[in-house]
């Protein structure tokens, strides 16, 4: 039988019922044994098989038993032969009512074996995966359709005041919001870049004259000809010198009227003998007119002659956030028409920048960080609708990304005064018109002071307001209003916060006494712009 039948107690499909009688036993005392056996085994549901002993003559059908040894063989009882359940008496079979377990595997179960493993079919593999690219595709297309990651519809569903709040404009330019990245740089660089020239000065150079060009020499003559150096032998117009004119520079600008006026920085133009302005479209460069500057604004309005020039918009620069984009369009080292892009990075920067003529004291800044580069001087500054909301004019050459622009709101207040060259009035400027330095350990010994401490008038301006309070060289001024300054720098700080007009009292040491004077505070520019007037007046 198959070992998956076998009971636990079962030991290879058999047990012994009983220890075998011995043969010199009594006939009497086996057949009580074999009956209790039998009667044991029919308890335990076990089927009972008495097997006879060796057959002889097996073919009459005879058999005699040797011996009375009791088997079991498992739930159906072994099968020992056929003769052994013919039913005719001689041996007797007991039902068996024994739990039927079909599968059952006792320890190390013989003749069973894993069923061998069935290999996937690579068209199986290959029909998943396409069904798996047919799936996300199908799913990229449905999003893509429907547009359901789309950062417009997430922003114009979580903001609709910002939507609302926007500022209606003529322009053709795309105001659609990305959360990530403004999608409209492009269309706003097409309609902005018509309208962005550039500027490139000239300057008068003298030339060499006759007598010192090596030209005018026979020697070098004979090889160069006499035409050589504009026809006079290298002197570029008569014996007696000549003169011609040498680019001096290059910046930026934007055409802000039709007629063609255009706004660009006072330094680009500064000290330019021509100006030459290129338009895109224009084959030829416009000779531009200075109109009207600014020095301590750097602003400059030029006008070229034509009409129907594309113009750009001044936006309000005051209505621009810190972390907004921004585009700056210009011609950075004479690579024509250059964008770059950046965010607002502040605004209400003020900065100090000295050049050939003085110092200038930029205030009110806007602070980017859009890529500007020498040449981007004077180009627009433009906000996502295409405005102008600041003129490109410095970048730190200390740091990378740190630029500056002028603010549109401090252009709209002079621009009008630009167009027509009307003066611009100049922000007051509180002095009193000396010149002062501080007292050190030389001065103090000369003048017989006790310390080395305060304010040494150098000079004072004549009719300046020093000079009409009567303050007078080599006074020492040691305090203002009763409040001692150790240092002329801190004095003149103190003077610069006061008002024109104001009224102080300057506490003075004079020939070894102290003296008080009253002075009223007078402004700088309006003094200087006196004093320029008496120069012109003078034959």
Same mark, same amino acid.
């Given at each position: 039988?198959?070992?998956?039948?076998?009971?636990?107690?079962?030991?290879?499909?058999?047990?012994?019922?009983?220890?075998?009688? =011995?043969?010199?036993?009594?006939?009497?005392?086996?057949?009580? +044994? +074999?009956?209790?056996?039998?009667?044991?085994?029919?308890?335990?549901?076990?089927?009972?098989?008495?097997?006879?002993?060796?057959?002889?003559?097996?073919?009459?059908?005879?058999?005699?038993?040797?011996?009375?040894?009791?088997?079991?063989?498992?739930?159906?009882?072994?099968?020992?032969?056929?003769?052994?359940?013919?039913?005719?008496?001689?041996?007797? !079979?007991?039902?068996?009512?024994?739990?039927?377990?079909?599968?059952?595997?006792? /320890?190390?179960?013989?003749?069973?074996?894993?069923?061998?493993?069935?290999?996937?079919?690579?068209?199986?593999?290959? +029909?998943?995966?396409?069904?798996?690219?047919?799936?996300?595709?199908?799913?990229?297309?449905?999003?893509?359709?429907?547009?359901?990651?789309?950062?417009?519809?997430?922003?114009? /569903?979580?903001?609709?005041?910002?939507?609302?709040?926007?500022?209606?404009?003529?322009?053709?330019?795309?105001?659609?919001?990305?959360?990530?990245?403004?999608?409209?740089?492009?269309?706003?660089?097409?309609?902005?870049?018509?309208?962005?020239?550039?500027?490139?000065?000239?300057?008068?150079?003298?030339?060499?004259?006759?007598?010192?060009?090596?030209?005018?020499?026979?020697?070098?003559?004979?090889?160069?000809?006499?035409?050589?150096?504009?026809?006079?032998?290298?002197?570029?117009?008569?014996?007696?010198?000549?003169?011609?004119?040498? =680019?001096?520079?290059?910046?930026?600008?934007?055409?802000?009227?039709?007629?063609?006026?255009?706004?660009?920085?006072?330094?680009?133009?500064?000290?330019?003998?021509?100006?030459?302005?290129?338009?895109?479209?224009?084959?030829?460069?416009?000779?531009?007119?200075?109109?009207?500057?600014?020095?301590?604004l750097d602003l400059a309005v030029l006008k070229i002659e034509g009409?129907?020039?594309?113009?750009?918009?001044?936006?309000?620069?005051?209505?621009?956030?810190?972390?907004?984009?921004?585009?700056?369009?210009?011609?950075?080292?004479?690579?024509?028409?250059?964008?770059?892009?950046?965010?607002?990075?502040?605004?209400?920067?003020?900065?100090?920048?000295?050049?050939?003529?003085?110092?200038?004291?930029?205030? !009110?800044?806007?602070?980017?960080?859009?890529?500007?580069?020498?040449?981007?001087?004077?180009?627009?500054?433009?906000?996502?609708?295409?405005?102008?909301?600041?003129?490109?004019?410095?970048?730190?050459?200390?740091?990378?990304?740190?630029?500056?622009?002028?603010?549109?709101?401090?252009?709209?207040?002079?621009?009008?005064?630009?167009?027509?060259?009307?003066?611009?009035?100049?922000?007051?400027?509180?002095?009193?018109?000396?010149?002062?330095?501080?007292?050190?350990?030389?001065?103090?010994?000369?003048?017989?002071?006790?310390?080395?401490?305060?304010?040494?008038?150098?000079?004072?301006?004549?009719?300046?307001? +020093?000079?009409?309070?009567?303050l007078r060289q080599y006074d020492v001024i040691t305090g203002m209003d009763g409040k001692t300054? =150790?240092?002329?720098?801190?004095?003149?700080?103190?003077? =610069?916060?006061?008002?024109?007009?104001?009224?102080?009292?300057?506490?003075?040491?004079?020939?070894?006494?102290?003296?008080?004077?009253?002075?009223?505070?007078?402004?700088?520019?309006?003094?200087?712009?006196?004093?320029?007037?008496?120069?012109?007046?003078?034959?």
């Open positions: 039988m198959s070992d998956q039948f076998k009971k636990p107690e079962d030991l290879f499909g058999f047990r012994y019922a009983e220890e075998p009688s =011995k043969e010199n036993r009594e006939a009497e005392e086996r057949e009580p +044994a +074999a009956e209790r056996a039998e009667a044991e085994a029919a308890d335990a549901g076990e089927t009972v098989y008495r097997p006879y002993g060796p057959v002889s003559g097996r073919e009459s059908g005879n058999e005699s038993r040797t011996e009375a040894t009791t088997f079991t063989y498992g739930p159906f009882g072994a099968a020992s032969s056929a003769g052994s359940g013919s039913g005719d008496g001689s041996g007797r !079979h007991l039902p068996a009512n024994r739990e039927y377990r079909p599968f059952t595997v006792s /320890g190390n179960g013989r003749h069973w074996e894993n069923p061998p493993r069935r290999r996937t079919s690579l068209r199986a593999v290959f +029909a998943s995966f396409m069904v798996g690219v047919v799936a996300v595709g199908g799913l990229m297309f449905a999003a893509d359709r429907g547009n359901w990651f789309s950062g417009t519809q997430l922003a114009g /569903g979580s903001s609709p005041t910002q939507a609302t709040s926007a500022k209606p404009v003529s322009s053709t330019v795309s105001n659609a919001v990305d959360t990530v990245r403004p999608n409209n740089i492009s269309k706003i660089f097409e309609q902005a870049s018509p309208a962005v020239v550039k500027i490139e000065t000239y300057t008068t150079v003298q030339n060499r004259s006759g007598g010192n060009s090596l030209f005018d020499d026979p020697f070098f003559r004979q090889f160069f000809g006499d035409d050589y150096g504009n026809g006079n032998g290298g002197n570029g117009g008569n014996n007696g010198g000549g003169s011609q004119e040498q =680019k001096s520079g290059m910046g930026s600008g934007f055409i802000f009227d039709s007629t063609g006026y255009i706004l660009t920085n006072e330094h680009v133009i500064d000290g330019a003998s021509e100006i030459k302005v290129t338009v895109n479209g224009y084959e030829q460069p416009f000779t531009a007119k200075l109109l009207g500057s600014s020095y301590d009409s129907n020039f594309p113009t750009l918009k001044l936006g309000d620069s005051n209505a621009t956030n810190m972390g907004d984009w921004v585009v700056a369009i210009g011609n950075p080292y004479g690579f024509d028409h250059t964008v770059t892009v950046g965010v607002l990075s502040s605004n209400e920067r003020e900065i100090s920048i000295q050049d050939t003529n003085g110092t200038r004291n930029y205030e !009110h800044l806007l602070q980017t960080d859009a890529s500007i580069n020498p040449g981007n001087s004077g180009g627009p500054l433009l906000n996502l609708n295409g405005e102008v909301i600041g003129i490109n004019t410095a970048v730190s050459s200390e740091a990378q990304g740190i630029g500056f622009a002028i603010p549109t709101s401090t252009i709209s207040e002079v621009l009008d005064k630009l167009k027509t060259n009307t003066k611009i009035p100049s922000k007051p400027v509180p002095f009193i018109g000396a010149t002062l330095q501080d007292v050190n350990s030389t001065i103090a010994r000369q003048l017989g002071l006790d310390s080395a401490s305060g304010s040494y008038v150098y000079s004072v301006l004549y009719n300046s307001p +020093a000079y009409k309070g009567d300054y =150790k240092t002329s720098t801190d004095l003149i700080e103190a003077i =610069k916060k006061k008002n024109v007009g104001d009224k102080v009292t300057l506490n003075v040491i004079r020939g070894g006494k102290k003296v008080d004077i009253n002075v009223e505070i007078g402004d700088k520019n309006a003094f200087e712009d006196q004093l320029e007037q008496q120069q012109q007046q003078q034959p």
